[in-house]
């Protein structure tokens, strides 16, 4: 069994690096994800298809990720789907090169590829926008759009379309669709504080926060202790107990390999983890109008997947962290508000940011008004 293992894995081996090696890297990923490596014949046959397909089209667009292929079961970030749906949706015109992984750079400086020209797509987090339009900071103000729907409600809204994407498309971006991943949790580190389940749990715990302001100031305001350490450096901060607990999603726990080193997770659903694919404007805007459609329709599509993907990507990384040992704890009505009144967007202490990054009360009461409206787009929330 262990020989049949071992001849598999150096046969998966020896086909990628015989893509990757001719040129065809994405023939070798998409072969990868579709679990066709082991076969010969199958990766021949990809191979030629995507050879073929890139032959046949009219266009070339090079979309960038963080994250590698295989992520999607437990982070529904849907860059295979997007491919293939843009592609077909265009009818072979464009042709879809992906760079996952990180291969090209994560976040702000796939941002400012995008921006310059240098690749057509990305995805980053949707605080990349923020620079261009300062309203877009206001996803992180807790209690605002922090459940599933509220964020899908709030992106696809009028507001959104009217208030948002003029300014982020007078800074050379066209977002192609916003990626649901699930609220940001409360995970507790091992040997650490505990379960938590109401903001009293937090006091004097070493929060592991990113450069937000307003996510500093939500979790002092919850009564734990903001601890800001770069993202790179969060797993052994929390192994050496420099910080105690941290709030990615479910997914990029398990994703970013924090499984072993946590105790409890908590939904609290106070702010989202919201992802972007974004495409050069200018780029766009030189393909054909068929094209543009194409694209426009084939990143719908995906929006629709990555939806209905979100509970069963919450469900695997939920089991494979619970494998390890996590307990997870969803909270009732009454606990919600509990965390909704010490640290919610109401709050007097907000009201600085409220029109500081929406422009004025009212603009801001609108976004309220845009996140609380159900849309056309249903998400399961945890």
């Not at 980053?124 to 807790?142: C, E, G, R, W, Y």
């Not at 991943?181 to 006091?203: C, E, H, M, T, Y």
């Not at 509970?311 to 390890?324: F, H, I, N, V």
Request: hydrophobic letters at 40%; proline letters at 4%; a negative charge.
């Amino acid at each position: 069994m262990k020989k049949e293992r071992n001849e598999l894995a150096s046969a998966e081996r020896r086909n990628f690096l015989k893509l990757a090696g001719t040129g065809s890297f994405t023939a070798a990923m998409v072969a990868g994800a579709g679990g066709m490596l082991w076969s010969t014949e199958a990766v021949a046959q990809t191979a030629a298809e995507e050879k073929e397909r890139e032959r046949a089209a009219e266009h070339s667009m090079t979309i960038a990720t963080a994250y590698v292929l295989g992520a999607s079961r437990s982070y529904p970030i849907m860059q295979l789907d997007l491919k293939e749906n843009i592609q077909n949706a265009t009818n072979g015109k464009v042709y879809v090169k992906l760079a996952p992984g990180g291969q090209l750079g994560a976040g702000g400086a796939l941002v400012q590829k995008v921006q310059g020209g240098t690749i057509q797509a990305a995805q980053h987090s949707l605080s990349n926008f923020a620079p261009f339009a300062s309203t877009v900071d206001l996803i992180n103000m807790p209690y605002l759009c922090g459940s599933n729907q509220r964020f899908t409600n709030l992106v696809n809204s009028n507001f959104w379309n009217t208030e948002v994407h003029p300014k982020v498309e007078a800074a050379g971006f066209k977002a192609l669709f916003y990626v649901n991943i699930d609220p940001r949790v409360v995970a507790v580190r091992k040997g650490g504080a505990g379960a938590v389940l109401s903001p009293s749990d937090l006091n004097g715990v070493k929060f592991r926060v990113p450069g937000s302001k307003m996510l500093q100031q939500y979790y002092r305001m919850v009564g734990a202790n903001p601890t800001p350490v770069a993202w790179g450096e969060t797993p052994s901060a929390i192994k050496q107990g420099v910080a105690d607990a941290l709030d990615p999603s479910v997914g990029a726990l398990y994703v970013f390999g924090f499984k072993d080193i946590l105790s409890h997770v908590t939904f609290t659903q106070a702010v989202p983890d919201s992802q972007v694919y974004s495409c050069n404007l200018e780029w766009f805007n030189s393909m054909p109008a068929d094209v543009q459609e194409g694209i426009m329709w084939g990143s719908e599509m995906t929006a629709h997947q990555n939806l209905s993907k979100v509970p069963s990507a919450r469900a695997y990384a939920m089991a494979e962290l619970a494998k390890a040992g996590v307990e997870f704890h969803s909270l009732s009505d009454d606990q919600l508000a509990e965390w909704k009144e010490a640290g919610g967007f109401q709050r007097p202490e907000w009201d600085e940011y409220k029109t500081e990054l929406a422009g004025s009360m009212d603009a801001f009461n609108k976004m309220v008004e845009a996140a609380g409206t159900q849309g056309k787009y249903y998400v399961h929330d945890a």
